[in-house]
């Protein structure tokens, strides 16, 4: 190794040593002025997921999107414009971005292959934000999509960015009362 191979690698250890010390006193410092955030506070969940931030980890979203749609049929007309026929609610969608960092305590392979486990099983799940349900359903995570933003010489994710959409469930209903327990 050569001098400037030391020098560079000294300089680099003195530097991430130095961005420590001053990433724990900033966290020292806010949990001083703000005692919920050493006890952590729960933001929701989605199923077994917990979003929460605290002075060991922080898991959240952001860029929350819902939709709402309709189901409409289209009866064509000669010469004129189509009539459309309301059917019924269509399925409600949520899209939402996480950000996971090794720094804020949680490791993003494992956290995104949690996500991507949960949508090959089509788990159903609540969405939950503080301790209000959202939607009168429970949920499925239809894709997951991950960015690797940086990657260290070991080849570990260090941060990643993923992109969850879920869908509506909506569970299928049999009434018994019904010849055959037909699905309602």
């Known amino acids: 190794m050569s001098f400037l191979d030391n020098a560079i690698g000294s300089y680099k ?3 991430e040593k130095r961005l420590l010390n001053l990433r724990n006193n900033i966290l020292a410092d806010l949990s001083s002025r703000f005692s ?4 952590g506070v729960q933001i929701g969940s989605l199923g077994d ?3 929460t931030v605290s002075t060991d980890e922080v898991r959240t979203f952001r860029d929350y999107r819902r939709s709402t749609k309709a189901r409409f049929a289209s009866h064509e007309r ?3 414009k189509p009539i459309l026929e309301y059917i019924a609610p269509d399925g409600e969608e949520i ?6 960092h090794v720094e804020l305590g949680v490791s993003p392979a494992k956290e995104t292959e949690r ?3 949960l949508c090959e099983k089509g788990e159903a799940m609540y969405l939950v934000f503080g301790s209000m349900p959202i939607g009168a359903h429970m949920w499925v995570i239809e894709s997951v999509g991950e ?3 940086r990657i260290d010489h070991g080849g570990r994710i260090l941060v990643s960015q993923v992109e969850v959409t879920l869908k509506e469930y909506v569970p299928v209903i049999y009434d018994t009362a019904q010849e055959g327990g037909a699905a309602t």
């Open 95 to 100: 899209t939402f971005s996480m950000t996971f």
């Open 49 to 51: 997921i917990v979003f």
């Open 147 to 149: 960015s690797a933003e």
């Open 115 to 117: 996500l991507r486990e």
């Open 13 to 15: 250890k003195q530097t």
């Open 36 to 39: 919920w955030l050493s006890q």
């Open 78 to 80: 000669i010469g004129e």
